[in-house]
């Protein structure tokens, strides 16, 4: 059995493959406490999830959600701002008078049309049927949510399948609740996460607070640091990095290490070996 190019090329695909699937094992873990789905009551009432509950009763001061949803849209999207309001409802009910909620008819108002760009909400294009053809219209499906001085935004509620979760996400960044770091070790001919694993690395952003760790330098691994993931390491630590894992691991913080699996040669053979 011989190991070819093309099998060393299969060998590298999977170690990459190995590792996303790594990242978002961990993605999935550290979202645990954050986030878990809402469903359909008896009663026809969309409930929200424990995590969100507690997210709008620990409100300090006032969140406004503005719900900038269009009036000429498709007959189907009626349906979608019921729900949405439903939702929001459920929100507004918790939170003991903290969260405000008002839907905004963007219309023609050019002032509100600059402010929606300048937030980040896109006018988006529907076909609707009348005078039995169809017709482009533009309108807008999307959220904001202020507290004090800080705005954050979802573009475009296309449906409400992970609506409770975007909802819930934004008010802990808006009001500040998400405070856990993720250091990414940057030394060591480690695997460079943002360029290789682009959307792994966008979706622990959405979550957490990013930064680089280089064990190199001097200084310990930052206080304010949780959990550190090291990917692929092509170089040995040091006895002085060493001491700082250990030193950060002993202080309670969690390191999640993705190694390279073992590359094969391509001269690498099997052969029947004869033992009589």
Not at 77 to 84: A, G, M, N, S
Not at 144 to 166: M, S
Not at 203 to 217: F, G, I, N, R, S
């Amino acid at each position: 059995m011989k190991f070819t190019k093309k099998t060393k090329q299969k060998t590298d695909f999977g170690i990459t493959v190995i590792i996303v699937i790594g990242l978002l094992v961990v993605i999935n873990f550290f979202s645990y406490n954050l986030f878990f789905r809402w469903d359909l009551t008896q009663n026809n009432d969309y409930s929200i999830s424990q995590v969100s509950k507690n997210t709008v009763k620990n409100l300090e001061d006032i969140v406004s959600v503005k719900v900038y949803f269009s009036e000429n849209l498709p007959s189907d999207y009626i349906v979608l701002r019921q729900e949405v309001g439903d939702i929001l409802d459920s929100y507004r009910n918790y939170s003991n008078g903290k969260i405000r909620v008002e839907f905004i008819n963007p219309g023609e108002d050019e002032n509100i049309k600059q402010e929606l760009m300048m937030m980040g909400i896109p006018q988006v294009q529907f076909n609707v049927m009348e005078k039995d053809k169809y017709q482009v219209v533009n309108g807008y499906l999307g959220m904001a949510i202020k507290y004090g001085d800080q705005t954050e935004v979802i573009p475009v509620v296309q449906n409400i399948q992970d609506l409770e979760y975007q909802i819930t996400l934004n008010i802990k960044k808006a009001t500040k609740q998400i405070n856990s770091v993720i250091g990414i070790v940057s030394s060591n001919l480690t695997s460079d996460i943002n360029k290789e694993i682009t959307i792994a690395y966008k979706k622990l952003q959405e979550l957490y607070q990013m930064q680089t760790v280089d064990l190199t330098q001097a200084s310990d691994i930052a206080a304010d640091v949780n959990t550190l993931i090291i990917i692929g390491p092509k170089d040995k630590f040091a006895d002085d990095q060493l001491k700082k894992l250990d030193a950060f691991l002993m202080r309670g913080g969690a390191m999640l290490i993705l190694a390279d699996g073992v590359k094969l040669g391509e001269g690498l053979a099997a052969e029947k070996n004869n033992t009589g």
